[in-house]
């Protein structure tokens, strides 16, 4: 079955930069949409990040210029590089693919930035 595992989260100081991984398996990597979202407590789960089996990405506008999402068809992995972070980037991130015609989902992994 389709198993999406991250990693590389923590907590790190306003202004700091961490690299989100995600590992996915059970699945033709190459041709699945790849996304990143996020859930603050008490809030809805939102996209930051996709990117498609093109290579095309698109970022929520809070995080444009700040954030990176990539790609390794080799790997069958995401990876977001995110920068300069925000107090108000604190969250749990999932990864997600979307793969003929179902999203999966990741476990979760949280990112904390103290101000």
């Known amino acids: 079955q389709v198993q999406l595992v991250e990693s590389g989260g923590g907590l790190v100081q306003a202004g700091g930069s961490l690299r989100l991984s995600c590992a996915a398996s059970?699945?033709?990597?190459?041709?699945?949409?790849m996304g990143w979202y996020r859930q603050a407590p008490g809030k809805q789960r939102e996209l930051v990040a996709a990117?498609?089996?093109?290579?095309?990405?698109n970022y929520a506008d809070s995080v444009k210029g700040r954030f990176t999402i990539s790609r390794d068809n080799a790997k069958n992995t995401v990876y977001l590089q995110m920068s300069s972070l925000k107090s108000e980037d604190t969250a749990v991130y999932y990864c997600n693919a979307r793969w003929t015609w179902h999203d999966y989902w990741g476990q979760g992994t949280q990112v904390t930035v103290s101000s």
């Open positions: 990117i498609a089996s093109s290579g095309s990405t």
């Open positions: 059970g699945m033709t990597f190459s041709i699945a949409a």
